[in-house]
């Protein structure tokens, strides 16, 4: 993994704006995480479809990933609601959103350079327009407990991973990671100025993409440390013992247990469906007491 020498300070709050290039992206992103120390603080902004996934979709729900149908009218009050969420400083946070909406493919991106002439708009190459409203509810939800925004871009060489790469660990030759650093102050607070300042930052990736096509990398890059395999090769360990511990005491328990399982699954499967969230613990005692107080 190539990433530029931008200074990326430890258990910063931010939000990530990247460029979709395919599928697979965020997964990069999390390796991103793991190699600065915020692994357990990336969420995602994502399209609904996924958090349907088996398994994988109860994982994304209880990480707090924030699920979209890519409809304002829709997805507004589910986003706000849980921005509110995140807006703790004590808690660490990295946010990351694609505000190009999908991933970028020859056809979408010629859509989106029709639209583009069609409204006086940049004729981008390598990325697609932009689509700001999500991207400008985030920075007015959460700007005062924000440290900075990371504009990432990210490049491939010599092709683009998929899906079924990542499945059977087939890695791309080189993936190359650009991040600038932005104080929240130097980005524009109203709607209109926001659009304005997201396209400009996307006609800078667009250029930056242009420059990685004929040069083969991003300015001021450096590769990243390997990470170290007796600390991997452990984790792998811990979570396969953990799996097959759970897995057994599925199969060979009490009734009670395979009752717990059958009903944890349940409750995961319909919270997920509906995208319900019930209140923490901690948060409903505090709503209790200061209730009481009220009353008293």
Not at 33 to 39: P, S, V, Y
Not at 92 to 116: H, I, M, N, Y
Not at 172 to 180: A, F, N, Q, T, Y
Not at 230 to 251: E, M
Request: aromatic share 12%.
């Amino acid at each position: 993994m190539e990433v530029s020498r931008t200074h990326v300070p430890p258990k910063e709050r931010v939000l990530i704006i990247a460029n979709h290039r395919t599928e697979v992206d965020w997964m990069y992103l999390w390796d991103l995480a793991l190699r600065k120390g915020c692994l357990g603080s990336i969420k995602y902004v994502l399209k609904s479809s996924l958090m349907k996934l088996p398994i994988f979709g109860w994982g994304f729900h209880i990480f707090e990933f924030i699920s979209v149908e890519r409809k304002w009218e829709i997805d507004e009050p589910v986003l706000r609601k849980m921005l509110s969420t995140f807006a703790d400083r004590q808690d660490p946070l990295w946010l990351a959103v694609f505000p190009e909406g999908t991933d970028f493919t020859e056809q979408k991106c010629k859509r989106s350079q029709q639209f583009a002439a069609e409204n006086g708009l940049p004729i981008l190459k390598y990325v697609l327009l932009p689509k700001s409203k999500g991207f400008h509810a985030c920075l007015e939800m959460l700007k005062d407990s924000l440290d900075a925004v990371y504009d990432i871009t990210i490049a491939y060489k010599h092709r683009c991973p998929t899906l079924s790469d990542n499945v059977f660990g087939v890695d791309p030759s080189e993936v190359h990671i650009h991040i600038r650093r932005i104080l929240t102050n130097d980005i524009p607070t109203s709607e209109l100025e926001a659009t304005a300042w997201l396209t400009d930052t996307f006609k800078l990736k667009d250029q930056l993409l242009s420059d990685f096509v004929a040069q083969g990398h991003f300015p001021n890059q450096g590769t990243e440390a390997e990470l170290s395999l007796a600390t991997c090769l452990g984790k792998l360990l811990a979570v396969i013992c953990l799996t097959g511990l759970f897995i057994y005491l599925t199969f060979f328990s009490s009734i009670w247990f395979k009752v717990y399982i059958g009903l944890s699954c349940i409750y995961l499967s319909i919270a997920t469906y509906f995208n319900f969230r019930p209140s923490p613990v901690v948060d409903v005692v505090k709503n209790a007491i200061s209730l009481s107080k009220k009353r008293h």
